[in-house]
């Protein structure tokens, strides 16, 4: 599963390939809460290692810092590993979804941490790969699973799931105002053969969609391929999980940091955000009651925006929207991260059918990965 080597990783490729988005704003935000004189080290937890971009740059600006960084895609994990090396003395790299954060922080021995940091959606790494059926340029299998290892593919969304379930996939994470039409062309195609490579969905989509239409909003099946793998990757319903789970985790003064690509992403996190930095007590009272007062601020107004020099930069930071947030109230209950985060009812968004996850199928951060977190922790 490590097996650097024979990934054949060549980071100064990637390390050209892929530009930590908004990078300087997350170390300037992130920094108070990684830099305190109270503490003998700090602990930060990248939810989205991918190729560990961000991740370097936070070891490189605090020497006290551990980092614990979380995927779900083994093959960023080692990328990850390699690019890693210098720090490997403090940290730890979990094969994980990062809505199991409870479950690794109770298993590493942490009870708090510092600071999060979320950086949603695709790597380059991903959508570049020619194999994996996330991009609708090149030809592939329909795969689209951030984890290889577990769960339903495209493949099996495309040539499964019922015209009404299919369209509202579609509608709802691809924002597709063509969604009915392009569920039945996928229907009328299937019934003939299963749809199983990428270049036939895309051409099937362009198909579907009016050529009027197909002349705006970039190549016309980019977003019937960006709803599919949310879908698969149970996108949404992680990151409703991962947002109470984040905000528990950390100590007082700890800092949370939220980049999204895509609305959905975005309105769940300004949900999850205001609805812990705003009193859950009386209106009507001088004084909050013990327990009901806000226990986030919020450190950005509204959504920022990349500037045009970061999106001429980098072209992927141009759908960012960075929230941020830092935890105010006194942590009572030192006890356990992990209880009092898998205690708190999980909320589900989406009213569509789920792929396995992570908890359904029973799977756990992995154990090799954790036999190696052991072995390389401080
Ligand atoms: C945009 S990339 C992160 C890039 C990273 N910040 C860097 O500087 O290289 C997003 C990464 O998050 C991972 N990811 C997405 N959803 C995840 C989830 N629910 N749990 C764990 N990892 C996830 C993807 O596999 C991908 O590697």
Known sequence: MWDDAGLGVDMGELRGTHVPVLLDRCLSLLGPALERADK????????????????????????????????RDQEALAHARARLEPYASRTHLVHAVYDELPDVLERLGYERIDSALFDLGVSSLQLDAPDRGFAYAQDAPLDMRMDQSRGITAEEVVNTYGVPELTRVLRVYGEEKFAARIASAIARERAKAPITSSALLASLVRDAIPAAARRTGGHPAKRSFQALRIEVNGELAALESALPAA??????????VVMSYHSLEDRITKR???????????????????GSGPTLRLLTRGAELPSDDEVAANPRAASVRLRAA??????GDQTSVGRAARERPRRRISPLRQPQQSKRDGGHASQEGDKQDKGEAT
């Open 40 to 71: 003998e080290h700090t602990v930060h937890v990248d939810a989205t290692l991918g190729l560990g971009g961000h991740a370097e740059a936070v070891l490189a600006a605090h020497p006290r810092t551990v980092l614990i960084g979380l995927d």
């Open 247 to 256: 905000p528990d985790a950390l100590a007082p003064g700890g800092r949370l």
């Open 272 to 290: 999850a955000l205001a609805e812990r930095a705003r009193s859950t007590g009386p209106v009507d009272l001088p004084v909050e009651l013990p």
């Open 326 to 331: 830092e935890r105010i109230d006194e942590v």
